[in-house]
Nanobody
Framework: VQLVESGGGLVQPGGSLRLSCVAS????????MNWVRQAPGKGLEWVST????????RYADSVKGRFTISRDNAKSTLYLQMNNLKPEDTAVYYC?????????WGQGTQVTVSS
């Protein structure tokens, strides 16, 4: 059972990135998925959720209108399209789900927004 993130990097303010999270070892389509981030020296911050049942999406106020969460169940992949990036978006981004009773996390991908 594993989550693997990719797609991070260094981008200038106003730029865009698309993060990916590939899931394996469980039936991806059955699970709601989250993006969570951790900025340097700060705690975990919830970013976005994609519910499995309803298909609804939710966003933190800090990213609403700039980030879009999506998923491809055939590829067991979760995405986060990030537009109009700001320096305060700099963080390690993790995908997350609760599989059975286990809180499952990937290794994270670093996003740095700087000129």
């Amino acid at each position: 059972v594993q989550l693997v993130e990719s797609g991070g990097g260094l981008v200038q303010p106003g730029g865009s990135l698309r993060l990916s999270c590939v899931a394996s070892g469980f039936t991806f389509s059955n699970y709601g998925m989250n993006w969570v981030r951790q900025a340097p020296g700060k705690g975990l911050e919830w970013v976005s959720t994609y519910d499995s049942g309803s298909g609804s999406t939710r966003y933190a106020d800090s990213v609403k209108g700039r980030f879009t969460i999506s998923r491809d169940n055939a590829k067991s992949t979760l995405y986060l399209q990030m537009n109009n990036l700001k320096p305060e978006d700099t963080a390690v981004y993790y995908c997350n789900t609760v599989w059975r009773t286990r809180d499952l996390w990937g290794q994270g991908t670093q996003v740095t927004v700087s000129s």
